[in-house]
């Protein structure tokens, strides 16, 4: 458990890559439920109706396109360890967030939490671009476009699936 924790903490500082996870399906699966369960407790405490739904979404998205990206370079056998390391990264990022947004004060300007919340949104990027680095063996710079593009549709989707007006 403890070498579990040290790895998640080098991969939170960009010092490895989810090759250092063990090839668990049961790690796996206990880190995605607990990363989409975190999800939707956090939208619940933010009254977001569609959290689950949206969570659902955002993950079946990454994992098409980590699986269609891992089959194209040839590494489909580091499947588990990469989905592990996304899910329990998101859950660290997760919990700084809730912990960032519930300090949050709309009736005031805070520049400071804004700050904070900008400084953790690319340390995120760069996380999870180190993972897609070190999961397909590509260059850091090339693991930034790749999470921008996904950043970016998975936002489009969601908007689309759930925040324009149906009429």
Do not use: C
Not at 27 to 37: G, R, V
Not at 101 to 124: G, H
Not at 145 to 160: C, K, P, Q
């Amino acid at each position: 458990m403890n070498r579990l924790i040290i790895t998640f903490f080098n991969l939170l500082r960009l010092r490895s890559g989810p090759q250092y996870l063990p090839a668990s399906w049961p790690l796996t699966l206990i880190l995605i439920s607990a990363y989409l369960i975190q999800n939707l407790l956090t939208g619940v405490q933010l009254d977001d109706d569609n959290a689950a739904a949206k969570s659902l979404t955002a993950m079946s998205l990454q994992v098409i396109v980590l699986l269609g990206l891992l089959g194209w370079r040839g590494h489909l056998e580091r499947f588990t360890q990469t989905l592990s390391a996304f899910a329990g990264v998101g859950i660290v990022f997760n919990l700084v967030t809730w912990a960032l947004l519930s300090q949050l004060n709309t009736e005031q300007n805070q520049p400071i939490m804004a700050l904070l919340w900008f400084s953790v949104f690319f340390w995120s990027l760069f996380v999870d671009a180190n993972i897609y680095r070190h999961a397909l063996s590509l260059s850091l710079s090339v693991g930034v476009l790749i999470t921008v593009l996904l950043l970016a549709a998975s936002y489009a989707m969601i908007e689309l699936l759930f925040l324009v007006p149906t009429t």
